[in-house]
């Protein structure tokens, strides 16, 4: 599980030293601080938003003021982890498309 802040890539800009740059796959990459090694974003095509930049609330210097506001990419959540909130979940990114639920699994873990 991973705790992301997500931006357009026009709302994002960097100071201090160039972040490294991991092409993990085709469109997508991954930025990290090349002294210490810390994650910082994924950085991709967000698909009806254009590209995007998800940042690392851990990166942060005051993450709790990053409130969730939703779940991305559910069918991706391991079987046996579940936040225990009524956020939306959904497919994949958070986009206007309709929620697969609300909340957490009710009946024990997701079948298939």
């Known amino acids: 599980m991973v ?9 994002v800009s960097w100071s201090g030293d160039k972040r490294q740059i991991y092409a993990s796959s085709p469109g997508q990459r991954r930025a990290f601080c090349g002294k210490c090694g810390t994650p910082l974003t994924w950085e991709g ?5 254009g590209p995007i930049f998800e940042l690392h609330i851990s ?11 939703a779940h991305a990419f559910e069918h991706e959540r391991i079987s046996w982890f579940d936040v225990a909130d009524n956020l939306p979940r959904y497919q994949g990114f958070i986009d ?4 697969l639920r609300h909340g957490p699994v009710k009946d024990g873990l997701p079948q298939g």
Do not use: C, M
């Open 3 to 11: 705790a992301l802040a997500g931006y357009k890539d026009d709302q």
């Open 45 to 49: 095509d967000g698909g009806k938003l």
């Open 59 to 69: 990166t942060f210097d005051e993450p709790d003021l990053l409130v969730p506001t």
């Open 96 to 99: 206007g498309s309709a929620p």
